[in-house]
C-alpha cells in the first residue's frame, strides 16, 4: 500500500486493542510510519553531520582550496539544499495531525468532502468538522454522498443543524476536483467511485484506502467525530462556553453535531469505544446547545419502521442465545437495523440478525454482544459462497447485501434456499465454519 507523503497512517485491526490517541500499531511491515520517518531522518541528519566534519579536517580543506570554484559552489548549494530538507521533514513529522490537515487543505482554494453511502450522524459530523478547519484556512467546501439519508436519527442530525449536504449519483456531480472521505476510506456507492482518488482521508474502520497527502484511520477508535475533535484540540480551538481569551470557538452547532456523531456511533458510549471517545465527548459538552442535541436524540419514528420491529419480535427464531428473524418485503431499509436494535433488548440473546428485501436485494444487519461471536466475520462467512453478495463490520455489529437471484441459483452456484440460508447463519453464529 502506498502511503503519501507528510501523511499519517494509522491503523489497528482489533477495535479492542490499545487506543488512544493515535497509537500506531500493528503495522504491515511495507507501511512506512512517522516513527521510522523520523528515524531515517535522523540517520539522514547524522550522515550530512559527519560529511561537514569531513568537510572541516585540514585535509578536506586542502581538497576544497584545490577545487574549481563552481564545483565548490554546487557542493555547498547542495549541502545547504540537503540541511534545509531535513530540517523542512523533521518540522513536518513534529507537527500534530490536525495542523498536518490544516497545512493540506491550505493549498485548495475548493475541495469536496464525501461520506460514506447513507450516512450516519458519525459521518456527517465529521463533514462539518473537515469543512470547519478548512474555512479556517480559506478554502470552499462543498459536502456531499451518495445514497440516501433515510433513518429519522438521520434525517433530524441534517435538519435539525441545518446542514447543508449534496446528493450524487455519479463522479462527475462531485463538486471539485479535491476530495476528502470521511468515515471511509475508499470511495463507494456512485458511478465511478473507483476512479476517484481522494487527497485525504479520516476515518475509524478497517480499509486499505488511502490519500495522497494526509491519511488518518484510526480503527481502534469508536467514531470518527473522535479524530476530528482531536485535530480541534491541537489547533487550539475550544468549546464556546469556556473562557479562553485567544481560543478560536467552536460553533455550538458543530460541537452538538461531533458529541451526537460520537453518541450514536458508541450507543451512547456503551459499545466499541475507547478513552478517546469519553475524552472528546467530556471536552465537547460545555459548548454544545442541549436543545438541539435533544430533538436530534429524540425524532419521531415512521409507522413502517414500528410495524417491522414488531415482527422481528413476533416471528424471530431462536436458537440458544441466538436469534434470526426474516422480516420480508420491506419499504424503508433502515427499519432492519433498528430491528436488529430492538432483538438485542430481549433477554437472554446475545447475538441476532435480521433480514429482508427490497427490489431484489436482501439487506442484513446484525449485532452481538456476546465475545465469542464477531459479528462481521459472522456474516462474511455466511454469505461467502454466493455469487455478488458482500458482508462484513465490526465485532459488535455488521451488514451485508445479496442478490435474491443469485442466491436462489443464477451464476456459478446450486442456489440456496432461505431455510438453508437462516442454518448458515445459525452455524456461523455457533462459530462453525464450513
Known amino acids: 500500500m502506498r502511503v503519501p507523503a507528510g501523511g499519517v497512517v494509522v491503523r489497528s485491526p482489533d477495535l479492542d486493542g490499545p487506543s488512544p490517541a493515535g497509537r500506531l500499531a500493528d503495522r504491515p511491515a511495507d507501511i512506512p ?9 535522523a540517520v539522514g541528519a547524522s550522515t550530512v553531520g559527519r560529511a561537514v566534519e569531513a568537510l572541516a579536517s585540514d585535509q578536506a580543506i586542502d581538497a576544497i582550496t584545490a577545487t574549481d570554484p563552481l564545483v565548490l559552489s554546487l557542493v555547498v548549494i547542495g549541502g545547504v539544499a540537503v540541511a534545509i530538507g531535513v530540517w523542512w521533514l523533521v518540522s513536518w513529522l513534529r507537527r500534530p495531525p490536525g495542523s498536518r490537515l490544516q497545512r493540506v487543505l491550505t493549498d485548495y482554494d475548493e475541495v469536496a468532502v464525501l461520506t460514506h453511502p447513507n450516512p450516519d450522524p458519525d459521518a456527517m ?3 462539518m468538522g473537515v469543512a470547519w478547519i478548512a474555512d479556517t484556512v480559506d478554502t470552499e467546501t462543498t459536502l456531499q454522498y451518495a445514497g440516501e439519508i ?15 449536504i449534496d446528493r450524487i449519483e455519479t463522479a462527475d456531480e462531485i463538486a471539485a476536483d479535491a476530495v476528502v472521505l470521511v468515515d471511509h476510506n475508499t470511495a463507494r456507492g456512485f458511478t465511478g467511485a473507483q476512479n476517484v482518488e481522494p487527497i485525504v482521508v479520516v476515518d475509524h474502520h478497517p480499509g486499505n484506502g488511502t490519500g495522497t497527502e494526509f491519511t488518518d484511520v484510526r480503527t481502534e477508535y469508536g467514531a ?26 467552536i460553533p455550538e452547532t458543530l460541537a452538538t453535531g461531533l458529541l451526537y456523531g460520537i453518541l450514536s456511533d458508541t450507543n451512547h458510549l456503551t459499545k466499541g469505544c475507547s478513552a478517546a471517545e469519553f475524552d472528546a465527548a467530556a471536552f465537547l459538552f460545555d459548548g454544545i446547545d442541549e436543545d438541539l442535541l435533544d430533538r436530534i436524540a429524540n425524532p419521531q419514528v415512521a ?14 427464531r431462536v436458537e440458544g442465545s441466538f436469534a434470526i428473524c426474516d422480516v420480508g418485503e420491506i419499504g424503508n431499509v433502515d427499519a432492519i437495523p433498528q430491528a436488529a436494535d430492538e432483538l438485542m433488548r430481549l433477554e437472554g440473546v446475545t447475538a441476532v440478525v435480521v433480514y429482508g428485501q427490497k427490489d431484489g436485494t436482501i439487506h442484513l444487519s446484525g449485532r452481538s454482544r456476546d465475545d465469542r461471536v464477531h459479528m462481521g466475520e459472522t456474516l462474511s462467512h455466511a454469505v461467502s459462497d454466493i455469487p455478488m453478495a458482500n458482508a462484513g463490520g465490526h465485532a459488535r455489529m455488521g451488514g451485508g447485501q445479496l442478490s435474491i437471484d443469485h442466491m436462489e441459483g443464477i451464476g456459478p452456484s446450486d442456489g440456496v434456499s432461505r431455510d438453508e440460508f437462516e442454518r448458515r447463519v445459525f452455524s456461523a453464529l455457533a462459530g462453525e465454519r464450513s
Open 125 to 127: 459530523a465529521t463533514a
Open 150 to 164: 433515510r433513518h429519522q436519527e438521520n434525517r433530524a442530525f441534517r435538519t435539525v443543524l441545518d446542514l447543508e
Open 224 to 249: 470518527a467525530s473522535t479524530i476530528v475533535v482531536e485535530y480541534l484540540q491541537e489547533m487550539g480551538a475550544r468549546p464556546a462556553d469556556e473562557d479562553h481569551e485567544e481560543a478560536t470557538e
Open 33 to 41: 510510519t512517522v516513527e521510522a520517518s523520523t528515524d531515517a531522518v
Open 303 to 316: 409507522d413502517d419502521v414500528l410495524r417491522i420491529k414488531a415482527r422481528a419480535i413476533r416471528e424471530k
